[in-house]
């Protein structure tokens, strides 16, 4: 499956993104879905993660209360609704998705990847 990133920018501290990730397989509905960021000089980390069957949430301690993730698999689409954005948050944010039931958090248990989408947070 390929995936396809959208939505990053310039934004000021406080503001909001809304991050999509457009797929191309019918086959959506079989993966979790997953969002992750990494900042220069940085490791890759989790951001966000969605169930496949549940459609259950999970999320970073860094972002709880403030992202929100969901998908549309009619759209084949999952989303990333980023409020209150904080100047650590910066980073590229790619989607991710994985033919595990259970969202993880680690980034080799996804099997594809998006290009990734730049989030710029001024201060």
């Known amino acids: 499956v390929q995936l396809q990133a959208s939505g990053g920018g310039l934004v000021q501290v406080g503001g909001s993104l809304r991050l999509s990730c457009a797929a191309s397989a019918r086959t959506f509905g079989r993966y979790a879905m997953a969002w992750f960021r990494q900042a220069p000089g940085k490791e890759r980390e989790f951001v966000a993660g969605?169930?496949?069957?549940?459609?259950?949430?999970y999320y970073a301690d860094s972002v709880k209360g403030r992202f929100i993730i969901s998908r549309d698999n009619a759209k084949i689409t999952v989303y990333l609704q980023m409020n209150s954005l904080k100047p650590e948050d910066t980073a590229v944010y790619y989607c991710?998705?994985?033919?595990?039931?259970?969202?993880?958090?680690?980034?080799?248990?996804?099997?594809?990847w998006g290009q990734g989408t730049q989030v710029t947070v001024s201060s």
């Open positions: 991710a998705a994985s033919t595990i039931v259970a969202v993880t958090t680690s980034p080799v248990t996804y099997d594809y």
């Open positions: 969605i169930s496949r069957n549940t459609g259950n949430a």
